[in-house]
């Protein structure tokens, strides 16, 4: 059991839901985000999604797509963000998972990522535009290395493609809230919670649902019929918009505490 299912096994014990937010590596800085990761696992996230900055992400709104621009100015690679990851490991066990495309990962090299992904104590990988079909060499060799393959899932996808989803993951399943990008929403989604019911005809797993959740209102919607709320874009342009804060991470830590609805 890795540290995802460990997470998820230990709020299911205590009847409680999960908190999984997002952010860039990079954004403003490698070190400042080491800072932030660590703030946001004391503000008690289940799970941390720690985005590969990428030239064209194309299934993130202006927001994230900001955050991806000024990490690639500082021209590093994955393996700053494993050296990243294995530093936060000496101060933290809350599971980590690698938020890429898959163009990077490519690149980097599939089995190395895993190995090298492996040792630094990152626990899963979800590539927003790998299918389900395509995946089985990658879900090797992460499945060697005891690393989760999360996928996608939208309102759109068919009933046959939720069964391959279900029968290729691991670790969680991330369902999207609506059709499009990333980004801030007035309210849940209706079309969430019928992706999670019919998502759960197929799976055991926990679900998790992301896609414009940034209020504590709205993960206390997503908790009624989810396993998890995913915040990103707000968690995201609050780092943006306090950038050159030197209590940045600290702001960013309340922030993220502040989204969590009562227990």
């Known amino acids: ?5 460990s997470a998820f096994a230990r709020l299911k014990a205590e009847n409680r839901k999960g908190f999984i937010p997002f952010v860039t590596a990079g954004d403003p800085s ?25 030239s064209d992400p194309m299934a993130d709104g202006p927001v994230i797509q ?8 500082l021209d590093f690679g994955i393996h700053e963000v494993l050296q990243l990851v294995a530093d936060v490991r000496r101060a933290t066990e809350v599971p980590i998972v690698l ?22 104590g990152v626990d899963g990988v979800l590539i927003t535009d790998l299918s389900p079909e395509e995946s089985g060499e990658f879900a090797a060799h992460l499945s060697a290395h005891d690393l989760s393959l999360i996928f996608l899932v939208a309102p759109t996808t068919t009933d046959l493609r939720l069964e391959l989803v279900a029968r290729r993951a691991s670790g969680f399943i991330y369902a999207v809230s609506r059709a499009g990008v990333t980004g ?30 940034s ?9 009624r019929f989810a396993d998890a709320a995913v915040v ?14 030197a209590q940045l991470a600290g702001h960013v830590g309340a922030f993220a505490a502040s989204l969590l609805p009562p227990r």
């Open 184 to 213: 801030q929403q007035q309210e849940v989604s209706r079309a969430a919670e019928k992706l999670v019911a019919r998502m759960r005809q197929f799976t055991k797993l926990p679900i998790a649902v992301g896609f414009g959740i």
């Open 30 to 54: 490698l070190d400042v985000t080491r800072e932030i990761v660590l703030e946001l696992a004391n503000a008690g996230a289940t799970v941390i999604e720690l985005g590969i900055p990428f």
């Open 215 to 223: 209020s504590a209102a709205q993960v206390a919607e997503v908790w």
């Open 66 to 73: 900001r955050a991806s621009e000024r990490a690639l100015r």
């Open 1 to 5: 059991m890795n540290r995802i299912e």
């Open 99 to 120: 938020f890429s495309y898959y163009n990077p990962i490519l690149q980097f090299g599939l089995e190395k990522l895993c190995a090298e992904g492996s040792r630094a």
């Open 232 to 245: 990103g874009s707000a968690i995201v342009s609050e780092i943006e918009h306090r950038a050159k804060d």
